[in-house]
């Protein structure tokens, strides 16, 4: 399918035929005439248009793929709710379907978006303040594991799962135990996002490999 993807893709050129001339658009919207452009420059626009070409149409060929993919889970779904006379809806979670020989899997994944309120700016406050007077008695991994959270290269972002590891920790001090109050109360679940992940082995008493759609994984 991918292989169609590339052959079927339409390029678009970047050649403006104007008066019987020739000529390329510039950043800044200009008309270049394109004898005075570097071979080098036209190879890296032409070949950039087709790749962009091709990644349109695929993402829009895996959008439809997803489509489909939960649209046949939902189907199989209607049966096992038909068989125990449930209704459809309610809260989802985590679910697995299976092929009957155990050898191929697809998995769903329900995460929940998160983002954090302005109580944790408190919260940072406070475990400034504890670390401050612990001083040289504060563990070193505490400290790390603090500046882990919160010294983060992008300004308003936060490293969610060190966060959380930050919220296990058993420290009786009641500043700290403020702090952390004050990391609950700022969660704030705005909505939530369903992955869907897949999965094959060549027997049932093999690992699962899993099948990487997204480039990164490939």
């Not at 991918?2 to 019987?20: D, F, N, R």
């Not at 394109?34 to 071979?39: L, S, V």
């Not at 068989?83 to 679910?95: L, M, S």
């Not at 058993?170 to 969660?187: C, L, V, Y």
Request: aromatic fraction near 8%.
């Amino acid at each position: 399918m991918q292989s169609e993807t590339a052959e079927t893709a339409t390029v678009p050129t970047g050649v403006i035929e104007l008066g019987g001339a020739r000529y390329m658009r510039n950043a800044e919207g200009h008309l270049v005439p394109i004898e005075t452009i570097r071979a080098a420059d036209q190879l890296e626009d032409e070949q950039i248009r087709k790749i962009i070409a091709f990644a349109e149409q695929l993402s829009e060929q895996i959008t439809r793929f997803k489509e489909h993919t939960f649209a046949d889970l939902n189907a199989v779904q209607d049966l096992y709710r038909q068989d125990y006379g449930t209704e459809r809806g309610g809260a989802k979670g985590n679910v697995s379907y299976q092929s009957h020989d155990g050898l191929l899997k697809v998995q769903v994944q329900i995460a929940k978006l998160i983002e954090f309120g302005p109580q944790l700016q408190e919260a940072k406050t406070l475990i400034d303040e504890c670390l401050v007077e612990w001083g040289g008695q504060s563990r070193a991994e505490i400290r790390a594991l603090v500046n882990r959270v919160f010294n983060v290269e992008k300004a308003g972002q936060i490293n969610k799962a060190e966060l959380f590891s930050l919220l296990r920790l058993e420290i009786e001090d009641e500043r700290w135990q403020r702090a952390m109050k004050a990391i609950r109360d700022s969660i704030r679940v705005t909505g939530t996002k369903e992955y869907v992940r897949f999965y094959r082995r060549d027997e049932p008493s093999a690992s699962w490999r899993s099948i990487p759609i997204d480039l990164a994984a490939a």
